[in-house]
């Protein structure tokens, strides 16, 4: 324990961010950081206590409580305080590949089931999560690190995603031989596509990845597997397939003048804006630009999110985002949503931060359903058309939405963004190597277990649970690695 009283000593402390109007004209990370004294006391702040929920990652009421890698937090906590940069560092990646990315992007549950909360706020765990991987990088103590003895057996993944580089960089220190497949032209899947450069740079990603590929992992852009090489022939070439293609089909709306020019998915935007930036700094015009447009971003979630944060940094005239979900309350309710459930109150994230500094409120309208688009008569989106309701869950579980007579609203708008989810992976390569679905559509493997009904194919991340954090993403691609590894050998050292 750092020290028995910190958490009494010291308040919470959060790093500054670079200031909404100034950091909505560029696109880079906009988190400032701790000095080290101010991160040994936040270290302090850590009770260890006798039941640290923080580093045990389980679902409690449809939402994530503690770690899902099981971080060793207390432990590193107190090697900050203590000054061990370099031993905490090396306790970090005992459970974590990648601290550099979660740092950054999970939305931190190890912080919503810290036993400090309960009287008080939690531990800066993603803060200090953060410091200590950069500083690892800056001091060249984080190094290419290759199997000493290779074992002749010969995997593929496909999918670069945080499931697809966590198995490989698992399987790829057993000693295996790795192939990781993207179809994209970069690495890292929706690291790299999909999490804006604001809250995740590109260069974080790469050298990452830079490091996998110097311990002997080899990786193939710009290949679709299912299309440009079909399942059958990497079955052929491999002793193991592992699937970590991502849950990447996009859930659309059924709503009249879906077909207006000017609405489109969010990934389609997110994306466009990522690569014509990482290609040319935008120059090349390769993206829907929102600049002195009215926006509205459908979707309450991290990708509306980002779909707001984006459309500030093009200029857009205006940016509303909706949910259907009703205002979270200012403090967390002690019988409905207790201490170690995530805390469900009113927040605003970085872009709703961004668009309140920019335009004077929140940019979220709650409770909102879109009932119809309107065009012009050049087929231009122009407006939609909107009324709030009320949510209630039947004895089943079931959410019902009743509309409320007299809220219907008339929204102009000149581009619409879908971000109402995903529906499951894309079917293709499913389809080729005859795998079981779930009823979600997910390729069907036991968690724990990760293997299909197909010999020697496994599956991890989204493609198998569904849309989820980065977070289980790598938990998913560790435990595979680990399940493979003992297909191939019989038994396995991985954790």
């Known amino acids: 324990m750092s020290t028995p009283t910190g958490f009494m ?13 100034e950091r909505i004209k560029d696109w880079n990370e906009f988190h ?4 080290d004294e101010q991160l040994r006391t936040q270290g302090a702040r850590c009770m260890d206590c006798g039941t640290p929920y923080c580093h045990t990652g389980m679902e409690l009421a449809g939402s994530v409580s503690g770690c899902p ?14 000054g061990l940069w370099k031993e905490a ?21 190890c912080e919503g089931s810290c036993t400090v909360g309960l009287i008080g706020d939690a531990v800066t765990i993603k803060t200090i999560e953060q410091a200590i991987i950069d500083r690892g990088f800056e001091e060249g103590w984080v190094v290419p690190q290759p199997p000493k003895v290779r074992t002749g057996k010969r995997v593929a993944v496909v999918g670069s995603g945080p499931a697809g580089l966590a198995t490989a960089a698992q399987l790829n220190k057993a000693g295996h031989t790795v192939t990781v497949y993207e179809r994209a032209d970069r690495i890292g899947g929706l690291l790299t596509y999909g999490i804006p450069t604001m809250k995740l740079e590109k260069h974080v ?22 299309k440009d090489i079909s399942a059958n022939e990497l079955l052929e070439q491999f002793d ?3 699937l970590c293609g991502g849950a990447t089909r996009a859930r659309d709306v059924e709503i009249e003048g879906r077909h207006l020019k000017g609405v489109h998915m969010a990934m389609d935007y997110l994306n ?9 700094n935008l120059e090349d015009g390769n993206y829907i630009n929102a600049k002195d447009k009215n926006v509205i971003v459908i979707g309450g979630g991290d990708t509306g999110t980002d779909c707001v944060a984006t459309a500030l940094r093009h200029g857009c005239k205006s940016v509303t985002q909706f949910g259907t979900h009703a205002k979270a309350p200012l403090e967390r309710d002690p019988i409905n949503n207790p201490w170690p459930q995530f805390p469900n109150v009113y927040t605003l994230d970085y872009a709703q931060e961004e668009a309140k500094a920019l335009f004077g409120e929140d940019p979220r309208a709650f409770s909102v359903l879109t009932k119809k688009f309107v065009g012009d008569e050049d087929g231009n989106l122009k407006e939609l058309h909107t009324v709030q309701i009320e949510r209630t869950v039947d004895e089943t579980g079931r959410k019902i939405y009743k509309e409320i007579p007299g809220t219907e609203k008339v929204w102009p708008a000149d581009l619409v963004f879908i971000a109402v989810g995903f529906e499951g992976p894309e079917t293709t390569l499913i389809e080729q190597l005859g795998l079981e679905q779930d009823r979600r559509s997910n390729v069907k493997a036991k968690y724990g277990k990760y293997n299909t009904n197909v010999e020697k194919v496994f599956a991890a991340g989204d493609m198998r649970r569904g849309q989820s954090l980065v977070v289980w993403a790598i938990n998913e691609g560790r435990e595979a690695a680990r399940e493979v590894d003992k297909y191939l050998m019989g038994s396995s050292m991985l954790p």
């Open 69 to 82: 890698v099981n971080n060793l937090i207390p432990e590193w906590n107190n090697l900050i305080y203590r």
């Open 32 to 35: 400032k950081h701790l000095s």
């Open 272 to 280: 466009g804006t990522i690569k014509s930036y990482l290609d040319s």
């Open 89 to 109: 560092l090396e306790r970090l990646h005992k459970t974590n590949n990648f601290p550099e990315f979660t740092g950054r992007v999970c939305p931190a549950p």
């Open 9 to 21: 000593e010291y308040q919470r402390e959060l790093p500054a961010d670079r200031d909404p109007l």
């Open 240 to 242: 193991a397939v592992v």
């Open 205 to 226: 990603v790469q050298r990452r990845v830079d490091l996998l590929a110097a311990e002997g992992i080899e990786f193939v852009t710009n290949t679709e597997i299912g």
